[in-house]
T-cell receptor, first 116, second 113 residues
Framework: AQKITQTQPGMFVQEKEAVTLDCTYD???????LFWYKQPSSGEMIFLIY??????QNATEGRYSLNFQKARKSANLVISASQLGDSAMYFC?????????????FGSGTQLTVLP | GAGVSQTPSNKVTEKGKYVELRCDPI?????LYWYRQSLGQGPEFLIY????????DSGLPNDRFFAVRPEGSVSTLKIQRTERGDSAVYLC???????????FGSGTRLTVV
């Protein structure tokens, strides 16, 4: 079974509008972390936001917020006031805390295009 | 340097050849991860180092893949007898401790022809 599912291969948003990128996850580990990364065409993975499984509040970082619904196992990224520079690939990832490596498991990504 | 450095940025090799990909992590980061990203996919875990030892190599696809980190800093991913299916971007990430604050490099794009 997929551990991280991103069902939107591509999304379009008008500049200055908000957009939600979907992510659902699957784990039996009670302790885990959820991440969102941005990957522009240049290839580097840029960390955006983190949500811990025990965090009571939804994470926010500037224009980014994470809509964490633990019972539904969803961790959607909301980008407010989209900018042209937000056009990139976005990946949701999970780190389960029971493993020794604590590596990230990534979804297949969503290509976001911001239209002028 | 300030970030994770990966060299070369691009590598084209012939099927059957041997390649080495280098990762220079952020100074002081004890944890180092290698990932492979195929076209249109998310990165997939290959191997994790804590210090000099490979603490988890469960993601290596077969015994043609090997990685070392002899002095606990620079790491080299080695691929023997390359196949066309090995073509991908190989990403390296480091963190100050196990599973905290990952910083990724820009990757090495490997093309096997």
């Amino acid at each position: 079974a997929q551990k991280i599912t991103q069902t939107q291969p591509g999304m379009f948003v008008q500049e200055k509008e908000a957009v939600t990128l979907d992510c659902t996850y699957d784990t039996s580990d009670p302790s885990y972390g959820l991440f969102w990364y941005k990957q522009p065409s240049s290839g580097e993975m840029i960390f955006l936001i983190y949500q811990g499984s025990y965090d009571q509040q939804n994470a926010t970082e500037g224009r980014y917020s994470l809509n964490f619904q633990k019972a539904r196992k969803s961790a959607n990224l909301v980008i407010s006031a989209s900018q042209l520079g937000d056009s990139a690939m976005y990946f949701c990832a999970m780190r389960e805390h029971s493993g020794s490596a604590r590596q990230l498991t990534f979804g297949s990504g969503t290509q976001l295009t911001v239209l002028p | 340097g300030a970030g994770v450095s990966q060299t070369p940025s691009n590598k084209v090799t012939e099927k059957g050849k041997y390649v080495e990909l280098r990762c220079d992590p952020i100074s002081g980061h004890t944890a180092l991860y290698w990932y492979r990203q195929s076209l249109g996919q998310g990165p997939e875990f290959l191997i994790y180092f804590q210090g000099t030892g490979a603490a988890d190599d469960s993601g290596l696809p077969n015994d043609r893949f090997f990685a070392v980190r002899p002095e606990g800093s620079v790491s080299t991913l080695k691929i023997q007898r390359t196949e066309r299916g090995d073509s991908a971007v190989y990403l390296c990430a480091s963190s100050p401790g196990q599973g905290s604050g990952y910083t990724f490099g820009s990757g090495t794009r490997l093309t096997v022809v």
